[in-house]
């Protein structure tokens, strides 16, 4: 009778802490529609990186400072459900391998060094080594896509895997994209294939917006706020 009774005060309990875990981890209001709309602009992004590269490798360029924060820490579940909706979006024609670029190392001894623009969609362009994605797409040479969490580096011209001659091409979350250049070097970076695609948020409907080399002209004509120019 007591081992019997052990046994339910003891299911009993893992149901309660299940319960207790369930509502620190479910995300509510408008923190909940961000992580949605995140996960669901990953899963659109995946689905268009299916149809143009199918069967892809894709590396993934993923928040460094989520990578020692804990389970429920904030930045995880971004990174979480970001990484869900993309490997929703591939299907699975494709392989994800997910890694961290380096940051700069004077960020740690004198943040105020590092300058960040206070319009960038993507602040950590300006604190990533520039060098350190270069080393991870040659750690990686059967990663042919690129998708990046945390936007382009501020150098991204002098990338090697930036070059013309590089068969690697990028797809962008919400990127920023004015590290580029000017519109007409956007325009260029799409056509020439080393931009495959970007998901940016449709202000007037709140969803997702997919861009690629077939509407990237007619955006910037006709609704460029909402790729940052």
């Keep these: 009778m007591n081992v019997k009774r052990n046994v339910f005060l003891a299911l009993a309990v893992a149901a309660v802490a299940a319960a207790a875990i369930a509502l ?8 909940g529609a961000a992580l949605g709309g995140r996960q669901h602009g ?4 995946g689905v268009q990186i299916a149809k143009l590269r199918p069967h892809s490798k894709v590396l993934v360029l993923s928040n460094p400072f ?4 804990g389970f429920l820490n904030e930045k995880s579940r971004y990174e979480r459900v970001g990484l869900r909706g993309l490997a929703k979006g591939l299907g699975g024609g494709s392989t994800v391998k997910v890694v961290f670029p380096g940051i700069r190392p004077e960020y740690f ?3 105020q060094s590092v300058i960040i623009p206070p ?9 990533m080594q520039p060098d350190s994605v270069d080393r991870l797409a040659e750690a990686h040479p059967e990663c042919h896509v690129i998708v990046s969490l945390i936007g382009l ?5 002098s990338l090697k895997v930036w070059d013309e001659k590089d068969p690697r091409c990028f797809a962008l979350l919400l990127p920023d994209l004015r590290l580029i ?23 007037q409907s709140g969803d ?17 706020q909402i790729l940052g120019f």
């Design 66 to 69: 989520a990578k020692e924060s």
């Design 181 to 203: 250049g000017g519109p007409s070097d956007v325009v260029g970076a799409f056509e020439r294939g080393k931009l495959l695609a970007a998901v940016f948020e449709d202000a």
């Design 119 to 127: 319009d960038s969609r993507t602040p950590l362009s300006f604190l």
């Design 109 to 111: 001894t004198n943040p």
């Design 42 to 45: 990953m899963e659109k992004l």
């Design 24 to 31: 620190l981890v479910r995300p509510s209001g408008q923190k």
């Design 153 to 157: 580096p501020a150098e991204v011209q």
């Design 208 to 224: 997702p917006l997919i861009v690629t080399k077939d509407n990237i002209a007619q955006m910037l004509e006709q609704r460029p």
